[in-house]
């Protein structure tokens, strides 16, 4: 669960990049 934190802190300081972060992050 921690990554879920992580993508929500990434969101807010950069929204335009969530969507590439969460495409890796399911890469991964």
């Given at each position: 669960m921690k990554e879920i934190g992580?993508?929500?802190e990434l969101t807010d300081l950069n929204p335009d990049?969530?969507?590439n972060l969460i495409q890796e992050l399911k890469n991964w």
């Open positions: 992580i993508i929500d990049l969530s969507p």
